[in-house]
């Protein structure tokens, strides 16, 4: 513990055809209430056969820990609160190691939805609520919605227990520092979003929907977020990513856009980790975490110096965008 604190938050649910008691997430801080701290959200293994994303937040969670005494780290955990979700398609995970090496999706389960009379799954990665099966693309518009897809969205946004939990979590905290100053962020914001996943060496901040960054200050904060961690991750592996939403293709409903889109979370991106395949070498689970421990430190310490505020470009935050009275549980789907 090094003079960290371990905390758990669970929320429960009710899932596609069984009940979940709740979904942990730990929190590692030090000093002070955690709920008034911002929050750096880290997620891996949404995607169940990318065991990499998975072990390097393990990787960074043991880092927090193993450092917090660090003079460094130390004044990160003071200021920040830590918070990590993994693996988090823990069904699809666990399959991945006892059935199927290269299953994507979820392990859910609907009658009628599928695949050769097998369980279909979701791909949870496409089941966020924004933007949610929006494509211009005819032929990619179909596989979002063929059961037996690797990219199929679901029947409708957070129809995944996992996404659904991962949400309600940011959407708590957002909600509640909204309320505590009503126009501006209060305490206990969301003030960065990652997502890990594997393999493109890439940084994919919003909007993953249009593949085109956002226009404003927004936009110039993420591609110099994106520069900052390049550096970082420059000096401790040599290597340098890929950068853009333009990366890849678009995609609709992902994570880091409804987290920008919705929260107004800035700091947030999909971040593709290393390799020439998703079966990487247990022998190089060490070196892709150093290397993204140190992007961790190099993000906290851009947002302590950019700030970690969320947008008054979209979201939440954004003057004019939605009715202060409404709860953002009624906002997280635009047509």
Known sequence: MAGARRLFAGTPWIGNDCYFPSQTVLEITKDGNSAEKPCIFLEGGIHSREWIATSTVLYIAGSLLREAEKSD??????????TLLVPVNPDGYVYTWEVDRMWRKTRSDRPNLQCDGKVAGV???RNWGFTFGKTADKSYE???HDPCSSVFIGP???SEPETKAASDYMKQRQEKSLQLKSETAGPGYVAAFIDYHSYAEAMLPPWAYTAETPSGPDGVYQTEMTKSLNRAFFNTSGRTFHAGADVFPPDPGTGPD???GLLGIRATMTIELEGHSFCLPATQIQNVGQEQWAGV???ASFIQKHGGE???ETGLFAPGWAPRAVRIESLFWRE
């Open 156 to 158: 409708k946004p957070f």
């Open 258 to 260: 409804w987290a920008y």
């Open 123 to 125: 791909d949870a990665n």
């Open 73 to 82: 780290v130390q004044l990160l955990l003071k200021h920040f609160v830590f």
């Open 142 to 144: 179909s596989l979002l």
């Open 310 to 312: 969320p947008s008054t």
């Open 297 to 299: 430190k190099a993000l």
